[in-house]
Structures are given as C-alpha cells and as structure tokens.
C-alpha cells in the first residue's frame, strides 16, 4: 500500500504515470508496505501466465528475497526509478522517506534492490545518474544504501506512521527492537534474492 498523501499523475510521453506527494512527508516516513493484498506471484506461477500477462508482471513488479514477483494492488507500482531517489525500500518490507520529501515532488526509488534478472537503462538526469541497473548493483551499493537507510530509520518513532496499522506485527515488533537498540537493524543486503545475480552471470 501506498501513503495516503500521494497520488499518481501522468509526467510525459517517455517515461508515463509517476506517483507524487500530495503533503509535505518528512524524512523517516514509511510510504510503502508490502501488504496482504498485494498479487504474489512463485516463479512457477508467473510462468503458467499467458504471454500478454507476463510482459504486464515484467513491467509493474519486482521480485522479492524469495524470488516472488510482486503486483501492487494500488498505484505503488507506477513509482519511479532514480538514481538520487527519495525512498528506499528496507529490509523490514517497506519503503522509507530517506529524506523530506515536498509536496508535489515525484516519489522515487532505487530499482537496484528488485532483484533485477536483465539490464535495465536508465536516465535519471542527475549527474550521478549510474545509467544501468543490475542484479549486482545491491552487492555494490549495499553500504551507501544502509547508511541512507539506518538515517532514515532512527527518524521513523518521531514522525506520524499512517502506514503503521498495514504493518504485520514481526515488522512492527523488528521496527520497535531496532528503536531501542540500532544495532538490531535488518540490511538492505535482506533483500537480495540470489537466484537473480545467478541468472544475470548465466549460472541459471
């Protein structure tokens, strides 16, 4: 589920629909979890779907630790990729602000850590733009992606969560150990499915 406070708005023939804040939304904000209505897919199932529903799957998911594809139910999956994005997802299996985020700014993430089993191009039009996704861009990036995390992490308890309630009680009970004891916190490394940096070396 996405954050209440956003909305979806169309940029550009190029790049398509996009999602925005609609209220300022300050740095530790949660703006997306993994919820119960999300579509799961194995990769057993997503290769039983019809060709048309699979390029529909490639388009609007990312794949999860276990190697699951997954559909949001709502507009979190026309969320954009930029390489100076302003959340990140964590290894508690949400999104945080990693930093304030204004209103009518595009929401964006780090497409780096969806266990990507192709190269993927990119433009972000920044200057620190890496012009391509890959699988091993989490073994590479890892410790600047937890520094941007943990950061924004130790903000989470002093800001409002409306997303808190969507939360499952292991990631509420996880979130509330790492308040109390930073050294608890849960790498973004959490997120990698093996299996994707395997494919990327044609190992699989």
Same mark, same amino acid.
């Given at each position: 589920?996405?954050?209440?406070?956003?909305?979806?708005?169309?940029?550009?023939?190029?790049?398509?629909?996009?999602?925005?804040?609609?209220?300022?939304?300050?740095?530790?904000?949660?703006?997306?979890?993994? &919820?119960?209505? =999300?579509?799961?897919?194995?990769?057993?199932?997503?290769?039983?779907?019809?060709?048309?529903?699979?390029?529909?799957?490639?388009?609007?998911?990312?794949?999860?630790?276990?190697?699951?594809?997954?559909?949001?139910?709502?507009?979190?999956?026309?969320?954009?990729?930029?390489?100076?994005?302003?959340?990140?997802?964590?290894?508690?299996?949400? =999104?945080?602000?990693?930093? &304030?985020?204004?209103?009518? =700014?595009?929401?964006?993430?780090?497409?780096?850590?969806?266990?990507?089993?192709?190269?993927?191009?990119?433009?972000?039009?920044?200057?620190?733009?890496?012009?391509?996704?890959?699988?091993?861009?989490?073994?590479?990036?890892?410790?600047?992606?937890?520094?941007?995390?943990?950061?924004?992490?130790?903000?989470?308890?002093?800001? =409002?969560?409306?997303?808190?309630?969507?939360?499952?009680?292991?990631?509420?009970?996880?979130?509330?150990?790492?308040?109390?004891?930073?050294?608890?916190?849960?790498?973004?490394?959490?997120?990698?499915?093996?299996?994707?940096?395997?494919?990327?070396?044609?190992?699989?």
């Amino acid at each position: 589920m996405i954050h209440p406070h956003t909305c979806i708005r169309y940029i550009d023939d190029v790049i398509g629909y996009g999602v925005f804040a609609t209220q300022f939304l300050p740095k530790g904000t949660i703006v997306y979890v993994k &919820d119960e209505l =999300e579509i799961d897919l194995s990769n057993d199932q997503y290769q039983h779907l019809p060709p048309a529903f699979r390029e529909t799957v490639d388009k609007y998911s990312y794949i999860d630790e276990k190697g699951h594809r997954i559909v949001s139910w709502d507009f979190a999956k026309y969320v954009n990729h930029c390489c100076n994005c302003n959340t990140m997802s964590t290894g508690y299996g949400f =999104e945080i602000a990693i930093r &304030d985020i204004q209103p009518d =700014e595009e929401i964006t993430d780090e497409y780096g850590m969806f266990n990507m089993e192709t190269e993927m191009f990119v433009n972000c039009r920044y200057e620190n733009c890496r012009g391509r996704i890959m699988a091993s861009d989490i073994d590479t990036y890892h410790a600047q992606w937890d520094e941007k995390v943990f950061g924004a992490l130790l903000q989470a308890g002093r800001v =409002e969560q409306q997303l808190w309630p969507i939360l499952n009680a292991e990631t509420q009970e996880a979130l509330t150990r790492f308040q109390h004891d930073p050294t608890q916190y849960i790498s973004v490394r959490q997120l990698k499915w093996e299996a994707a940096l395997h494919k990327w070396n044609g190992k699989g």
